[in-house]
Antibody, heavy 117, light 109 residues
């Protein structure tokens, strides 16, 4: 069974930094592609970043230059380093995985990040 | 590329509803569409992928299609049940970036 478990969310002041982790089981973060998707309170889903199996990374314009996606293949864990946080980054952050040969997405339970002014 | 969905749809139990997703540029023939269901208080789950493929466990009341002439995709749910009441999001990709539609709230009343 595939499980994606996020951790590292919390309450942070504007301008601060936070790192989210996503521990995967039954699913390889290195041979598949992994993404972060967020959802602000009462709003829709917003794509944040993706890392493909070859290591290429891409970001939404709203986070480019502030967020960094990475993975640790030995720990089978995905990360999102978030710097220079803004109030508008407040959201539930979902870890999402997909096989390199299929667009069937697997979702984690989400981690809440609250940025205060 | 942008994906545009109706804000809300409603229908009665047992009926059929179709949720649309219009693409501003690019095509679903080249860049698949996925559909994700989100019930209140829960994370999303994928109910359709690669335009028309249904994950195991998703009832065959759910079906997906694309229309190249209008550059749009549709998720159709037949034999509506109250448990289908949820937000539905279409999602695709554009070169290396992903994009989500704004979501459609389905009310089954």
């Amino acid at each position: 069974e595939v499980q994606l478990v996020e951790s590292g969310g919390g309450f942070i002041q504007s301008g601060g930094s936070l790192r989210l982790s996503c521990a995967a089981s039954g699913f390889s973060v290195s041979t598949n592609f992994m993404s972060w998707v967020r959802q602000a309170p009462g709003k829709g889903l917003e794509w944040v970043s993706v890392i493909y199996s070859g290591g290429s990374t891409y970001y939404a314009d709203s986070v480019k230059g502030r967020f960094t996606i990475s993975r640790d293949n030995s720990k089978n864990t995905l990360y999102l380093q978030m710097n220079s946080l803004r109030v508008e980054d407040t959201a539930v952050y979902y870890c999402v995985g997909a096989s390199s040969s299929s667009w069937f997405l697997r979702w984690g339970q989400g981690a809440l990040v609250t940025v205060s002014s | 590329s942008m994906l545009t969905q109706p804000h809300s749809v409603s229908e009665s139990p047992g009926k059929t509803v179709t949720i649309s997703c219009a693409r501003s540029s690019g095509s679903f023939a080249s860049n698949y569409v996925q559909w994700h269901q989100q019930r209140p208080g829960s994370p999303p789950t994928t109910v359709m992928y690669e335009n028309h493929r249904r994950p195991s466990g998703v009832p065959d009341r759910f079906s997906g299609s694309i229309d190249s002439s209008s550059n749009s995709a549709s998720l159709t749910i037949s034999g509506l049940k109250t448990e289908d009441e949820a937000d539905y999001y279409c999602q695709s990709y554009d070169s290396s970036n992903w994009v989500f539609g704004g979501g459609t709230k389905l009310t089954v009343l």
